[in-house]
Protein backbone atom coordinates (compact mmCIF):
# COMPACT_ATOMS: atom_id res chain seq x y z
CA UNK A 1 0.00 0.00 0.00
CA UNK A 2 1.18 3.51 -0.87
CA UNK A 3 0.17 6.99 0.30
CA UNK A 4 0.02 10.12 -1.86
CA UNK A 5 -0.16 13.86 -0.98
CA UNK A 6 -0.04 16.28 -3.04
CA UNK A 7 0.62 19.98 -2.53
CA UNK A 8 1.88 23.04 -4.62
CA UNK A 9 -0.59 24.21 -6.22
CA UNK A 10 -2.27 27.77 -5.87
CA UNK A 11 -3.61 30.75 -7.85
CA UNK A 12 -1.46 32.01 -10.82
CA UNK A 13 -1.85 34.29 -13.28
CA UNK A 14 -1.83 33.17 -17.27
CA UNK A 15 1.33 32.70 -18.48
CA UNK A 16 2.94 31.79 -14.97
CA UNK A 17 4.06 28.55 -13.22
CA UNK A 18 3.90 25.89 -10.61
CA UNK A 19 5.34 23.20 -9.83
CA UNK A 20 3.27 20.58 -7.54
CA UNK A 21 4.68 17.62 -5.77
CA UNK A 22 3.45 14.22 -4.64
CA UNK A 23 5.18 12.65 -2.00
CA UNK A 24 4.49 8.90 -1.50
CA UNK A 25 5.14 6.48 1.43
CA UNK A 26 7.16 3.23 0.77
CA UNK A 27 10.57 2.83 0.04
CA UNK A 28 9.61 1.28 -3.83
CA UNK A 29 8.04 4.11 -4.60
CA UNK A 30 10.03 5.14 -7.53
CA UNK A 31 9.35 1.74 -9.11
CA UNK A 32 6.10 2.27 -9.35
CA UNK A 33 4.39 3.64 -12.54
CA UNK A 34 3.15 7.18 -11.52
CA UNK A 35 1.03 9.98 -13.11
CA UNK A 36 -0.81 13.00 -12.62
CA UNK A 37 -4.21 13.48 -13.53
CA UNK A 38 -6.33 16.77 -13.58
CA UNK A 39 -10.26 17.37 -12.89
CA UNK A 40 -12.06 20.47 -13.78
CA UNK A 41 -15.46 20.94 -12.46
CA UNK A 42 -18.20 18.94 -14.22
CA UNK A 43 -15.45 17.21 -16.32
CA UNK A 44 -14.42 14.09 -16.07
CA UNK A 45 -10.59 13.33 -15.02
CA UNK A 46 -8.02 13.96 -17.91
CA UNK A 47 -4.81 12.75 -18.01
CA UNK A 48 -1.52 15.10 -17.85
CA UNK A 49 1.44 13.32 -17.84
CA UNK A 50 3.29 9.86 -16.38
CA UNK A 51 6.62 8.32 -16.09
CA UNK A 52 7.30 4.85 -16.54
CA UNK A 53 8.57 3.12 -13.62
CA UNK A 54 11.28 0.46 -14.80
CA UNK A 55 12.98 2.93 -17.23
CA UNK A 56 11.47 6.86 -16.65
CA UNK A 57 9.87 6.84 -20.20
CA UNK A 58 7.12 9.98 -19.57
CA UNK A 59 4.03 10.65 -21.49
CA UNK A 60 2.13 13.79 -21.73
CA UNK A 61 -1.33 14.58 -22.52
CA UNK A 62 -1.94 16.54 -25.45
CA UNK A 63 -3.41 19.71 -24.02
CA UNK A 64 -0.32 20.47 -21.62
CA UNK A 65 2.77 18.78 -24.11
CA UNK A 66 5.33 21.37 -24.35
CA UNK A 67 4.61 23.03 -20.86
CA UNK A 68 4.96 20.44 -18.69
CA UNK A 69 7.58 18.59 -17.38
CA UNK A 70 7.33 15.16 -15.14
CA UNK A 71 9.66 14.00 -12.75
CA UNK A 72 10.57 12.35 -9.85
CA UNK A 73 13.42 12.25 -7.15
CA UNK A 74 13.67 8.48 -5.65
CA UNK A 75 15.85 10.11 -2.68
CA UNK A 76 12.69 12.09 -1.47
CA UNK A 77 10.25 9.55 -3.03
CA UNK A 78 8.63 12.44 -4.36
CA UNK A 79 7.06 13.18 -7.88
CA UNK A 80 6.67 16.78 -9.74
CA UNK A 81 5.05 18.08 -11.91
CA UNK A 82 6.62 21.38 -13.29
CA UNK A 83 4.00 23.71 -15.36
CA UNK A 84 4.79 26.50 -17.20
CA UNK A 85 2.75 28.92 -19.33
CA UNK A 86 -0.24 28.25 -17.54
CA UNK A 87 -3.78 29.25 -19.19
CA UNK A 88 -6.83 29.75 -17.43
CA UNK A 89 -8.25 26.11 -19.26
CA UNK A 90 -5.76 24.40 -16.64
CA UNK A 91 -7.58 25.54 -13.76
CA UNK A 92 -8.19 21.76 -11.93
CA UNK A 93 -7.60 19.90 -8.86
CA UNK A 94 -4.31 17.85 -10.15
CA UNK A 95 -3.99 14.25 -8.69
CA UNK A 96 -0.92 11.99 -8.30
CA UNK A 97 -1.50 8.38 -9.28
CA UNK A 98 0.56 5.01 -8.73
CA UNK A 99 0.43 1.48 -10.02
CA UNK A 100 3.09 -1.16 -9.07
CA UNK A 101 1.87 -3.84 -11.77
CA UNK A 102 2.36 -4.29 -15.48
CA UNK A 103 -0.76 -2.08 -17.84
CA UNK A 104 -0.26 -0.78 -20.92
CA UNK A 105 -2.06 2.21 -20.51
CA UNK A 106 -0.87 4.87 -18.89
CA UNK A 107 -3.64 7.38 -19.88
CA UNK A 108 -6.86 6.27 -18.35
CA UNK A 109 -7.79 6.29 -14.71
CA UNK A 110 -8.68 2.76 -14.39
CA UNK A 111 -4.86 1.89 -15.19
CA UNK A 112 -3.79 3.17 -11.94
CA UNK A 113 -4.41 1.90 -8.33
CA UNK A 114 -3.11 4.72 -5.71
CA UNK A 115 -4.66 8.01 -5.82
CA UNK A 116 -3.96 10.84 -3.44
CA UNK A 117 -6.60 13.30 -2.44
CA UNK A 118 -5.43 16.33 -5.12
CA UNK A 119 -4.03 19.99 -5.14
CA UNK A 120 -6.21 22.93 -6.34
CA UNK A 121 -4.36 25.05 -8.85
CA UNK A 122 -6.50 27.81 -10.15
CA UNK A 123 -5.25 30.32 -13.35
CA UNK A 124 -6.48 33.61 -13.88
CA UNK A 125 -6.93 35.67 -17.03
Known amino acids: QVQLVESGGGLVQAGGSLRLSCAASGRTFSMYDRGWFRQAPGKEREFVAAIRGSDGRTYYGDSVRGRVIISSDNVKNTLYLQMNSLKPEDTAVYLC??????????????????WGQGTQVAVSS
Open 97 to 114: AARNRFATSFYTTSAYDY
